[in-house]
Nanobody
Framework: QVQLVESGGRLVQAGGSLRLSCAAS????????MGWFRQAPGKEREFVAG????????YYVDSVKGRFTISRDNAKNTVDLQMNSLKSEDTAVYYC?????????????????????WGQGTQVTVSS
C-alpha cells in the first residue's frame, strides 16, 4: 500500500512557475507508475503527467507539453511536477496518484480509474 501527500500548491501569477511535490510512503515506491492529475471546479479530473517507475519514460497531456515536467527521486520516494509559464486555465486542485508498474506503457495510462492510490490534493490558483 502507498500513501501519498502533495505539497507546493499556492496562488501564483500567470506566466509564473510552481513546483509541486508528492511524498510517498512504503518501500516499493519504484515499482509504481506515478501520475499527476488535476480537477477544476465543475470539471472532471484530468490527467496531466505520468512517469514510469524507473523515471525513464514520461508522458503528458498536450495542453502542458513544453511547460510542465514530471520527475521522480526513488531514493527519496518523491515525485515532482515543475510547472512553468502557468496560465489561468491551469487553476485546479492537483492530485498525485500511483498505479501498477506496467501502467506507463498501457493505453489506459491517462485514465484516473487505472491509478490505485491517491493523495488529498493541493490547490494551485493562477491569477491573470
Amino acid at each position: 500500500q502507498v500513501q501519498l501527500v502533495e505539497s507546493g500548491g499556492r496562488l501564483v501569477q500567470a506566466g509564473g512557475s510552481l513546483r509541486l511535490s508528492c511524498a510517498a510512503s512504503g518501500r516499493t515506491f519504484s515499482r509504481y507508475t506515478m501520475g499527476w492529475f488535476r480537477q477544476a471546479p465543475g470539471k472532471e479530473r484530468e490527467f496531466v503527467a505520468g512517469i514510469s517507475g524507473t523515471g525513464i519514460t514520461t508522458y503528458y497531456v498536450d495542453s502542458v507539453k513544453g511547460r510542465f515536467t514530471i520527475s521522480r527521486d526513488n531514493a527519496k520516494n518523491t515525485v515532482d511536477l515543475q510547472m512553468n509559464s502557468l496560465k489561468s486555465e491551469d487553476t485546479a486542485v492537483y492530485y498525485c496518484a500511483a498505479g501498477n508498474r506496467e501502467l506507463y506503457y498501457s493505453s489506459n495510462r491517462y485514465r484516473a480509474a487505472e491509478y490505485e492510490y491517491w493523495g488529498q490534493g493541493t490547490q494551485v490558483t493562477v491569477s491573470s
